[in-house]
């Protein structure tokens, strides 16, 4: 059937009334009732994609997972199924650089509904901007040593939208005069949902709650900055661990240290007014909008959460 021969190739999903072309560096599987794979054989852009970031056993895995469930249907729904799934795999695939996320779309047909599962793998080395509609997420969160963390699913349905506000804010182009940043800024106040803020970046709850007793660093939290032109060096202190994080503005995509140590993707930006503004996306594919400017003698540090809209803002003033 024709709808077969376009999902053969993993590259469109066909659903009871529409078909879903995947963009460059995603690929999807659709899991039929009683867990059945459409089409039955691997496509051949999910087998490349596997080949190319060393993930042809975890993919085999998978598979094996998604087989072994069938049997346990009777125990639980097939999406219950699929979600046990998608948390076994999401941090395997991770590693890969794979986000990996469970997507299902329910259309009306005539009198009745029907609804069209399918996991969806994008590859986050060279589609960092990435989120399939009607998708849910399986996201980890850090403990205190180790302890306490925990995982969650959620629908992500939402951040769609929000990514391509963050894409468009990335995309454009400012001529004008660029801002000057450079100097020692120590971090007196803050708005917004500090907290909600944390737990969307993976801290866990027991170092956001001793975040919050110490009023998240106010007085002590730096950003030390050494700029020439389009070229950064921002040294963070007082946080949750010491990093710096380098990056040339206007250069595209560039690896680097986040505000909490980890490894992260920028791609940095002048904008409107001479604003700086990036995208900072994590090994997950976390994505968060990153806007610095000045009000004034004070430079303010605006971050944006795709996962729930979380909006902080820390003010700075020089040391």
Request: aromatic letters at 10%; a negative charge; hydrophobic letters at 40%.
């Amino acid at each position: 059937r024709e709808g077969a021969r376009g999902v053969s190739d993993g590259r469109c999903i066909f659903t009871a009334c529409s078909v879903l072309e995947l963009p460059d560096g995603v690929v999807g599987i659709v899991v039929r009732d009683g867990l059945e794979l459409d089409p039955p054989d691997t496509p051949a852009a999910v087998v490349k994609l596997m080949q190319k970031l060393e993930a042809a056993q975890d993919f085999e895995d998978f598979l094996h997972a998604i087989a072994d469930a069938k049997g346990k249907t009777e125990d639980a729904s097939i999406e219950q199924q699929c979600r046990d799934v998608l948390v076994t795999f999401t941090e395997r695939f991770a590693s890969r650089s794979i986000d990996l996320y469970l997507c299902r779309k329910t259309e009306q047909i005539l009198e009745s509904e029907r609804t069209t599962t399918w996991f969806a793998f994008v590859d986050r080395t060279s589609n960092v901007k990435f989120v399939p509609p009607d998708a849910f997420k399986a996201t980890y969160t850090s403990g205190f040593l180790g302890i306490g963390g925990g995982i969650s699913v959620h629908a992500v349905a939402a951040e769609d939208a929000k990514a391509q506000e963050i894409s468009a804010h990335a995309a454009r182009e400012w001529t004008g005069p660029k801002g000057n940043f450079a100097g020692t800024w120590v971090n007196t106040s803050y708005e917004g949902d500090m907290d909600g803020f944390l737990a969307s970046s993976g801290v866990g709850y027991l170092i956001r709650s001793a975040a919050s007793t110490m009023n998240y660093g106010m007085g002590k939290f730096e950003n030390i900055i050494r700029q020439d032109g389009d070229d950064f060096e921002i040294d963070i202190r007082g946080g949750r661990t010491d990093c710096t994080m380098k990056f040339k503005v206007g250069a595209g995509e560039q690896a680097t240290s986040g505000m909490f140590g980890e490894d992260v993707t920028v791609n940095p930006n002048w904008a409107d007014g001479g604003l700086l503004e990036m995208t900072v996306v994590d090994a997950k594919g976390t994505q968060m909008l990153q806007r610095r400017y000045m009000e004034g003698e004070t430079m303010v540090v605006h971050f944006l959460t795709r996962s729930n809209d979380v909006s902080v803002k820390r003010f700075f003033v020089r040391h």
